[in-house]
């Protein structure tokens, strides 16, 4: 009997760590997917050809490395400790909660990873947007130009100084709804 009662609290302290976990580790997959919109969106998306061994553009490493960085530099090894912590007042040692509860939750959580990738990606789709329709307009009005080789390094070059331009303004939000995840991660989000 009580070597039952010991794997069920093992089975569920199992499973609500790794939802847990997936949940905070949904917040860098934002970045990766961020990076990913961004690096497709300015042609830089093969930066280093397929030599690293995770195929991700090099603006969603550099925003992930940067996030991370960012993170532990504002102390979230404390506030994981706190928010592992913090659950157990939301979810008591053992604790079975319906599976309905779970899937409504995980539904918010990734919906909040694709609008926060999205929202993280916004100013490279409106460059992106500003360039094709600024090529449409210089090859209508010079059918003769090949402007894919005039647009090409433009391109190139203002996606990364974008980059360079948004990246903190980028990286405060992602900071911000971390935190605010950390703060409320079981209530309703965004």
Same mark, same amino acid.
């Given at each position: ?29 934002s ?5 990913s ?32 960085? =960012? ?21 008591? $040692?053992?604790l ?11 539904t918010?959580?990734?919906?909040? =990873? ?15 947007? $500003?360039?094709?329709?600024t090529l ?8 003769? $130009? ?45």
């Amino acid at each position: 009997l009580v070597s039952g009662h010991f794997f069920q609290i093992l089975f569920s302290e199992t499973l609500i760590g790794l939802i847990l976990g997936i949940s905070v580790r949904f917040f860098v997959m934002s970045l990766q997917i961020a990076g990913s919109i961004a690096g497709q969106s300015t042609s830089l998306a093969q930066v280093f050809g397929g030599s690293i061994g995770e195929p991700m553009p090099a603006m969603g490493h550099v925003l992930v490395v940067a996030g991370l960085a =960012l993170a532990l530099l504002l102390g979230l090894h404390v506030k994981m400790v706190i928010f592992l912590i913090m659950s157990y007042h939301v979810l008591p $040692l053992g604790l079975f909660i319906d599976a309905a509860v779970w899937s409504q939750w995980a539904t918010s959580q990734v919906t909040m =990873l694709f609008s926060l990738a999205f929202t993280l990606a916004v100013p490279f789709l409106i460059l992106t947007l $500003l360039y094709n329709v600024t090529l449409g307009v210089i090859n209508r009005a010079m059918p003769q $130009l090949m402007v894919v080789f005039v647009g090409a390094p433009l391109i190139t070059f203002s996606g990364l100084f974008l980059l360079f331009l948004v990246a903190p303004v980028l990286l405060s939000v992602w900071t911000a709804t971390l935190d605010s995840f950390f703060t409320n991660p079981f209530g309703t989000q965004r």
